[in-house]
């Protein structure tokens, strides 16, 4: 199956000309390889594809072809490798074409991973925990650091924001650069990523498991992931995706939830010290048992306490 090619492809990729210093208009358009001779790169950000929105792509890509084409770069014995564009070239694969639109470029495989995760953010393709694993590889690359070493900038910096350390802990042209990149991003401001991005990554297993699949907003995961019971997370998580649950009706379900765990963990808690009183035998000794009879008369105060 060929693809149709009723129209030249050609498109600019926005914003990527600053990241490798060169224009990244398409090459002679209307180009096409078989789709056997690309292959796919380890270094993705993309790692989750809707099962149904990638069936819609397959079916609209038997209709109409691809209308968009991909962008790789090249390799060794006349092979490519993907660099933006993998659910367009998983649906052509399924679809059945055997050649795809590309735009074909002279990548290292820094420039590679620097193209392909601007292509995704700029594309809103990306799911909030690949947008921000892919925000912090970017910044990363830039910056010539490891994503941990990252992750602690943005944190200083959000502290010296705050007033909480002196701005001399860390590097101003590292902190510079790190704003130069969020505003050439145009995605978000670096204080509302470190704020509201960065806390995602600490969630519990089964809620950045939903996050990834995009079942679920991540404003309304934080406020699920502050149940600390993951029996009773876990059962508000599938009550919220399944009932399509707002904001506010999470955190009413939060608190009643919290309040019913408080109460069981107090029960635990007068148990367990009602059994360590009668084996040590408080009133056995004169001065504690005095402190025992106030604590019981204060008990049978709150006791007889209308509600």
Not at 99 to 110: F, G, M, T, Y
Request: proline residues 4%.
């Amino acid at each position: 199956m060929s693809i149709k090619r009723d129209k030249p492809y050609g498109r600019r990729l926005k914003g990527l000309e600053a990241l490798i210093g060169e224009s990244v208009d398409t090459v002679p358009c209307g180009q096409f390889v078989t789709i056997e001779k690309i292959q796919l790169s380890v270094q993705q950000p993309r790692r989750y594809f809707d099962p149904k929105k990638l069936e819609q792509l397959v079916q609209s890509v038997k209709e109409h072809g691809i209308l968009e084409p991909l962008l790789v770069r090249y390799l060794s014995n006349d092979k490519y490798e993907l660099v933006a564009g993998e659910r367009r070239y998983r649906a052509a694969s399924l679809a059945g074409l055997t050649e795809v639109p590309v735009i074909a470029r002279s990548l290292n495989d820094q420039e590679a991973l620097q193209l392909s995760l601007v292509e995704n953010l700029q594309r809103d393709d990306l799911n909030p925990i690949e947008e921000t694993e892919g925000i912090l590889e970017l910044i990363a690359l830039q910056l010539d650091k490891r994503v941990p070493e990252v992750i602690s900038l943005l944190y200083k910096m959000q502290n010296i924001l705050a007033g909480k350390v002196t701005d001399n802990v860390i590097s101003n042209s590292d902190a510079e650069d790190v704003k130069m990149i969020f505003t050439g991003l145009g995605l978000m401001e670096w204080e509302s990523f470190t704020a509201n991005r960065l806390p995602l990554l600490r969630l519990p297993d089964e809620i950045l498991e939903v996050l990834r699949q995009g079942k679920i907003e991540y404003t309304k995961a934080k406020v699920i992931a502050k149940l600390k019971e993951k029996t009773e997370r876990i059962a508000l998580l599938e009550e919220a995706i399944l009932q399509n649950l707002s904001l506010n009706e999470i955190r009413e379900r939060l608190k009643t939830r919290k309040s019913s765990t408080e109460e069981k963990e107090l029960e635990k808690q007068i148990d367990s010290t009602y059994k360590k009183m009668k084996k040590s035998k408080l009133w056995d000794n004169p001065k504690k048992r005095k402190k025992l009879e106030l604590l019981f008369a204060q008990i049978e105060i709150l006791i007889n306490e209308d509600d």
